[in-house]
């Protein structure tokens, strides 16, 4: 990184113990490696965070372009259709169906089934024939 080698190190070290002595060049040492790994450790934590957002970025980009693709197509749709509007029967803000174009019967003939028996069936209410020979 710097291009240090080891005749520069043994020259900073020959320094410092003739500036500091050899009493607290030990100490200072201590201090300036804590410093060196701090620094070390911040580093490649920027270094990973700057890394993680440019993937997320990546990931990101063809799921922007895709959405922008999908509103241009949208766009294109609705430009691209006729206007229904004044056609007569279209109503768009109707959702339920026109009774006259899907049922000419009255609904009273389906009321009852068959023999005229109710709609459910039972035409004894619930009571049992053999119950009330019994």
Do not use: C, Q
Request: charged share 25%; hydrophobic share 35%.
């Amino acid at each position: 990184m710097f291009d240090v080698g080891f005749s520069e190190l043994f020259l900073l070290a020959l320094i410092g113990l003739i500036i500091l002595g050899p009493e607290r060049l030990p100490a200072v040492a201590r201090t300036l490696g804590g410093f060196i790994r701090k620094a070390r450790v911040s580093w490649i934590s920027l270094r990973n965070t700057i890394e993680s957002e440019l993937a997320e970025a990546e990931i990101a980009a063809p799921i922007k372009e895709a959405g922008e693709e999908l509103k241009r197509f949208a766009e294109d749709m609705s430009t691209g259709l006729p206007d229904f509007s004044n056609t007569p029967g279209f109503l768009p803000e109707s959702r339920e169906p026109n009774n006259a174009l899907t049922s000419t019967e009255p609904e009273s003939s389906h009321a009852e089934d068959g023999a005229g028996e109710s709609p459910t069936g039972d035409a004894d209410n619930g009571t049992d024939s053999d119950a009330r020979h019994s």
